[in-house]
Nanobody, 120 residues
């Protein structure tokens, strides 16, 4: 199992950025996927999740209305579109695949992460 995140970088407050995560080594279209983040000096925080067919999405309250998760099963890729970014969104963002088609179960593997810094 391998998941590789990309798309992080420096963004200004109020700006936008899209993260991507390409997965391999498992049947992508069968599994729920999630994004999580770890801010400097803090623990891992789940951010968003999506069911295998994209029929349901889930968000941390603090990102609702600003972040949108989506997936392209033909490309084995999950995305996180982040709008109206805030300095408190600064973190290392990880993508992970769940063992089953539910975001309430454990994550089998997290990637290496991609760093987002929100600063003026």
């Amino acid at each position: 199992v391998q998941v590789v995140e990309s798309g992080g970088g420096l963004a200004q407050p109020g700006g936008s950025l899209r993260l991507s995560c390409v997965a391999s080594g498992f049947t992508f279209s069968d599994k729920a996927m999630s994004w999580a983040r770890q801010a400097p000096g803090k623990g891992l925080e789940w951010v968003s999740g999506i069911k295998s067919d994209g029929s349901a999405t889930y968000y941390l309250d603090s990102v609702k209305g600003r972040f949108t998760i989506s997936r392209d099963n033909a490309k084995n890729t999950v995305y996180l579109q982040m709008n109206n970014l805030k300095p408190e969104d600064t973190a290392l963002y990880y993508c992970g695949n769940h063992n089953y088609d539910t975001v309430y179960g454990p994550v089998d593997a997290w990637g290496q992460g991609t760093l987002l810094t929100v600063s003026s």
